[in-house]
């Protein structure tokens, strides 16, 4: 623990205290607009990158083209949900479905390669734990991990909440790290969203500290209801200055519900860049 900590204070005083940079997630934030006009809009509000979630219907080269010309790297985009009608939230530990599941990874995979797309976030799935779910899901992480290596595409697992999503695979933050220790990559990390990881356990910053190493990406949003994350429960003016002093290098995404419309609630963001 020492080593750790003399580690961390010796990159502080190299490198200055990081700051936090924030994502617009376009799976919630202008989504009356086509996802090209989206990007522009993102980087028109001063976001430092965007995020999608199943952006396959659009031509990748205008997507490309539109993260190049506005200069904000996509951070990440989900494997397919799966068959919509029989509720399906993912393929990848579902073992009656490794076919399907494997299509799905290497779809986003080249999707992710086409614009340029820095991580793919696999969606585990809506299933009862079981030794087979778990051997299903660790087989299609380390099939993702080859086919995105090469590439330079990093992975995405995530635990949401037993509330919106019962009996979705992982549901801690426990859970997801023991599942990255055993697909042993350091390709493959965990996005820790404040909502669904308030919601299931709490003790955010404490968590934080303990996981920050297997932490690739945050999601910020108000609890309890997912809107703009300027109040409820979460105190993000005090989280994010305390995840600036860990040294995280990477972005907050801004994966919420607007109130009414994006635009009419986005001065949140500006008054986030004074936190760090």
């Known amino acids: 623990m020492k080593i ?4 961390l204070f010796k990159n502080l005083m190299l490198n200055g205290i990081n700051e936090m940079k924030y994502s617009a997630n376009l799976g919630l934030l202008w989504t009356e607009m086509k996802l090209e006009k989206a990007i522009f809009e993102a980087k028109k509000n ?7 979630w199943w952006p396959y219907e659009e031509d990748p080269k205008i997507i490309r083209n539109a993260s190049e010309k506005t200069g904000l790297p996509i951070l990440c985009l989900n494997t397919v949900k799966g068959n919509l009608e029989k509720g399906d939230f993912g393929l990848s530990a579902l073992p009656n479905r490794k076919k399907e599941a494997k299509e799905a990874i290497k779809k986003a995979a080249e999707y992710a390669e086409k614009i340029r797309c820095k991580n793919i976030h696999l969606l585990a799935g809506i299933v009862d734990f079981s030794p087979s779910s778990l051997t299903t899901l660790l087989d299609n992480l380390k099939y993702a991990r ?3 290596e090469p590439k330079g595409i990093g992975i995405l697992i995530e635990p949401k909440n037993r ?9 801690t933050i426990e859970q997801g790290c023991e599942i990255i220790d055993l697909v042993d990559s350091k390709n493959v990390k965990l996005i820790f969203d404040f909502y669904h990881i308030q919601i299931n356990q709490g003790d955010l910053m404490r968590n934080i500290e303990k996981y920050i190493s297997f932490i690739g990406h945050f999601q910020i949003a108000s609890m309890p209801q997912r809107n703009e994350p300027i109040d409820g429960e979460i105190n993000y003016k005090w989280v994010i200055p305390q995840i600036d002093k860990l040294g995280y290098n990477g972005y907050a995404g801004a994966e919420y519900k607007p109130k009414t419309n994006t635009n ?3 001065a949140w ?4 860049r004074q936190y760090s």
């Open 146 to 148: 080859d086919i995105c």
């Open 163 to 171: 509330r919106d999503i019962p009996k979705y695979f992982i549901s």
């Open 46 to 52: 001063s976001f430092d990158a965007v995020e999608l």
């Open 4 to 7: 750790m900590y003399l580690i």
């Open 269 to 272: 963001l500006k008054t986030f």
């Open 264 to 266: 009419d609630g986005i």
